[in-house]
Structure formats: structure tokens, C-alpha cells
């Protein structure tokens, strides 16, 4: 046995565009073990509700993360909606899971570039980001912002897309697909990416059931666990099927998220085909009183929102679970027995949001 | 870009912002915006870096790193808040662990407003930080007179 030696890591790192701190204890270039330490990023911000009405909240929700932002905004227009049994149109559900897609692409191409610059394959990066562009233009023709909207509102959503922009739309995804994959072709082809991530980071589905991993760290690990399948906004009348991997490996993980790039682009072509006119709003009345859960599928996983309302324009509580929360368990799991050098490719494969996990 | 005597490189760490600023700090850099045509890179060590961007807030628990990031820093150095966040503590300037904007702890040089600040606006606030970075390195020229 060697000699242990604790390596801080973190909260300011070059692989981490947000700060979370872990001692990793080291014998020789294993890691032992991994404690966590986070609070860096910590706002306070489910207190706001004591601050702020419920129908301001929708921005407060909507700035808990700014690369899941509409998805944020919508679980939490969900429930609010749900405790006043409010019922939305059925064009604003089509047109707020059109929105929750391409935010799961664009989620998911920046994480393929950061994967990609924590290896150390730097043009890669930079050709993900590139692409990502290209649906950044199309939310800021569509909503007028490109990382943070406030598109979503209780009741509905507060803009439209013409049936042109639509089309236009799904034009660029065809683009975008040609272009995807060729790019993707490389992190799953290329022998040195390869060499990389396969047969690193191991989780069996047991440890990944047990710990509570969720989104692309279960599915990778053959836990069939997608919320979209419960039907929410418009998902219900599209047709889709959860995307497993069973190898569990770093690998594995970033071959499911390829693969939800693609069923997104899909799942968005189905909604144009499908999209309702009508009405994309309806008018909101009284305040909320009772309480309600409700889970959504984003980019990492399940997330989980709580509301409680006393008849007041003020919540009595508002709780969040977000998915980087449910994940760090296994995160943890799988950094026992690494090499250092993993780390950092071990600590992006979970997808960390680290200011969703502190809020 | 005439005065700059050499490529700055910058510093990015994120105080206790929502990830909107964060991404779009690192969008500056990818081609689209392609900070890189004027020397700009973004480097993970302070030692190495000219330009100090803080996005986000600063709270309790992040005072002492970010006073640590600043001191390892080698002058002449530059500091810019990026966001709105980082300019006053924007929508979370109510929250309980939300001490308030960067200036409280670090004299701030360049302020970029918006939620979130756009790419543009982002560049356009370190290249005004880079005219204040050299104004800084005269002034230290002039006093130890070389």
C-alpha cells in the first residue's frame, strides 16, 4: 500500500465552468476516495418565494440554471399550473416541448465540446460550440434570447412561432443533423477519444438503481428511467422510445446523450407535423392554495419540483430536486479506483450543473 | 487594437451565477465569436492571467476564493463583473446568501450588464478592460522607471 496524499481539486478548475471542490485521496495515482464539498454557488434561492409573487417567480425559476433555463421555467409553471388546475392550450404544450428540445440539444452539444476540451481535444470543442450556434439563432429569433428566454408563463407561453418559422425550423435541424453526424462520428469512432472514455468510469445497473442515478448516467447504466414517457406538455401524443446503454461506461453515457440529440431532432419534427392552431394562452385567475409534485425528463435527468401555496400571492414553499443533486452519489462511486487522470473526464460525464444542485 | 503591447489572457471564475454568463463567456471563445483573433485566451491558472471576469454574485462562501484568485494574480491586473449579477446581485440581490455585487470585495474595473450579458457585450467589455490593463502597466512603467 502507498503512501495516501490528498490532491484538492477544484473550486476553481480549468475542466470546471462552475465551482465544486473535491478532495480526492490518492495512493500513488489511484484515487481512494472522493469527498465533496459544495456550497460555493449557494443562493437561497427557494426562500425567494417569501419575496416574490408566484407569477414572478416564472423568472426566478427560469435563472436557477441557465442551460436548462425553459425547462426550469416550464416544471415550474407545470405546477403551479397543476395546483390551480389551470388547462393549458394544446398549442402552447406543443410549442413548449418544441422549446424543451431544442434546449436539450443545445444542452447536449455543449456538453459533447466540454467532454471534448477535458481530454484535451481542443478543435472539437470548438467545432461542438460551433454547431450549437446554429440552434442559439434559432431561440433568439423565436423568443429574442439565447441562453435565458422567459418564455414560459403560468397559464401558457408569451410567444408564437408562424407556421414559416416553423418550417424554417426544421429546415436548419436538417442542417444541423448533417452536420452532428459527422461530428459525432469522431467521439464515437475515434481511436484516441475511445482510449479515453471506453471502460472508464464503470457503474452496474445495480449501483446506478441503488444510488439514485438519474437521466444519461442511468440510461447509460440500463436503468430505463426517462419522465417524458409519463406523457407531459405534448409528449404524450409523440412516439418515442427511452434510449439504454448497458455498458456504463464513460462510453456508454456519451452514446446515449448522441442519441438523444437525434430522438430530440426528431421528437421536434413530429411536433411540427402535429402542432395545433389555436390559442397560446389562457387567462389566470385567483391565487394558488394546495400542493403538488411534479417530475420532468432535462438534459440530466428527472428533476423533481414541489410547490405549496396558501391562497396568497405568496408560495409557502418551493422545493427543487435537480438531476447533478441525484447524480453526485454516483459520481462518487465511480471516481473510486480511477486514475487521477480520469477525473476530470469522470466529473463532466454526469453532466454537473452545479448551480441547479445549490440553487 | 493598436496599444495592446501584448495578448491578454483572462481568468474566468464563476461566483454565483445561474451558468447563462458562464456559457456565454466561453462562447466568446469558439469560433463565432473567436476572442482568439485578438489574443485572448482563457487561461486556468491566475498566475498566468491579465483579466479577472466574475460572473455571478458574490456570497459568503466564495469571498475567500475569489480574494484568493485576485491576490495570486501578477499586476498589473484587471478586474470585470460580468452580468448582472456580478454588477449589483440582480434578481437574487434579496437572497439570504447573497452578499451583493463583485465591487464589494474587488475594485472592479469594467462593468457588463444584461441577464445574460451577450457575447458581444461581453467582448466589448474586455476590450475596454484592455485599454484600462495598459493605462495600468504605464502607470507601473512610470514608477519603477524603466
Not at chain 1, 223 to 244: S, W
Request: charged letters at 25%; a neutral charge; one cysteine or more.
Amino acid at each position: 500500500m502507498g503512501n495516501r496524499t490528498i490532491v484538492p481539486f477544484g473550486p476553481q478548475h480549468p475542466v470546471l465552468p462552475e465551482p465544486i471542490h473535491l478532495d480526492l485521496v490518492l495512493e500513488d495515482e489511484r484515487v481512494v476516495e472522493a469527498i465533496p464539498r459544495i456550497g460555493y454557488i449557494h443562493r437561497g434561492l427557494e426562500k425567494l418565494v417569501e419575496k416574490k409573487d408566484f407569477q414572478q417567480y416564472t423568472f426566478v425559476a427560469e435563472r436557477i440554471c441557465g442551460i436548462c433555463s425553459f425547462m426550469h421555467g416550464m416544471g415550474y409553471c407545470m405546477t403551479i399550473e397543476s395546483i390551480m388546475q389551470i388547462e393549458i392550450p394544446e398549442r402552447a404544450k406543443f410549442l413548449r416541448t418544441i422549446w424543451a428540445e431544442l434546449s436539450r440539444m443545445h444542452s447536449h452539444i455543449l456538453w459533447l465540446g466540454l467532454l471534448a476540451d477535458a481530454f484535451g481535444f481542443e478543435s472539437l470543442f470548438m467545432q461542438s460550440w460551433k454547431i450549437r450556434e446554429q440552434i442559439l439563432d434559432i431561440f433568439e429569433e423565436t423568443t429574442g434570447g439565447r441562453v435565458i428566454f422567459s418564455v414560459c408563463d403560468i397559464g401558457g407561453v408569451r410567444k408564437d412561432i408562424s407556421a414559416e418559422t416553423l418550417q424554417k425550423i426544421v429546415g436548419i435541424l436538417e442542417q444541423v443533423d448533417k452536420e452532428l453526424k459527422e461530428l459525432t462520428e469522431v467521439f464515437l469512432k475515434d481511436t484516441s477519444v475511445k482510449s479515453r472514455t471506453k471502460g472508464v468510469g464503470v457503474l452496474s445497473k445495480q449501483a446506478a438503481f441503488d444510488l439514485g442515478a438519474v437521466g444519461p448516467m442511468a440510461k447509460a447504466s440500463g436503468v430505463e428511467l426517462d419522465m417524458r414517457t409519463q406523457g407531459y406538455a405534448a409528449y404524450g401524443k409523440l412516439k418515442f422510445a427511452p434510449i439504454i446503454d448497458t455498458k456504463g461506461d464513460c462510453y456508454a453515457r456519451t452514446k446515449v446523450r448522441i442519441k438523444e440529440i437525434f430522438q430530440s431532432i426528431d421528437l421536434i419534427k413530429q411536433c411540427v407535423e402535429l402542432i395545433p392552431e389555436g390559442e397560446i394562452k389562457v387567462k389566470v385567475t385567483g391565487n394558488p392554495s394546495g400542493e403538488y409534485f411534479t417530475q420532468i425528463e432535462q438534459p440530466r435527468g428527472e428533476v423533481v419540483y414541489y410547490a405549496k401555496g396558501n391562497g396568497s400571492k405568496f408560495l409557502d414553499r418551493m422545493r427543487v430536486r435537480t438531476p447533478t443533486f441525484a447524480n453526485v452519489p454516483a459520481l462518487l462511486e465511480t471516481l473510486k479506483g480511477c486514475s487521477l487522470a480520469d477525473v476530470p473526464i469522470l466529473i463532466l460525464t454526469i453532466d454537473p450543473c452545479i448551480s441547479c444542485t445549490e440553487r | 487594437m493598436k496599444f495592446v503591447k501584448k495578448s491578454p489572457w483572462i481568468l474566468h471564475y464563476d461566483g454565483s451565477s445561474c451558468n447563462g454568463c458562464d456559457i456565454e463567456v466561453l462562447a466568446c471563445l469558439t469560433p463565432l465569436y473567436d476572442v482568439e483573433r485578438f489574443g485572448i485566451i482563457n487561461t486556468g491558472n491566475p498566475k498566468h492571467a491579465d483579466i479577472l471576469l466574475i460572473t455571478g454574485s458574490v456570497n459568503e462562501q466564495n469571498i475567500p476564493v475569489v480574494k484568493q484568485l485576485y491576490e495570486q494574480m501578477a499586476e498589473p491586473k484587471v478586474v470585470a463583473a460580468i452580468g448582472i449579477c456580478a454588477t449589483s446581485g440582480g434578481i437574487f440581490a434579496e437572497c439570504y446568501n447573497v452578499v451583493g455585487g463583485v465591487d464589494k470585495v474587488l475594485p472592479v474595473d469594467v462593468y457588463v450588464p444584461g441577464c445574460a450579458a451577450r457575447p458581444e457585450a461581453i467582448i466589448d467589455g474586455v476590450v475596454k478592460a484592455l485599454a484600462i490593463l495598459e493605462e495600468k502597466s504605464k502607470d507601473a512603467r512610470k514608477k519603477t522607471g524603466k
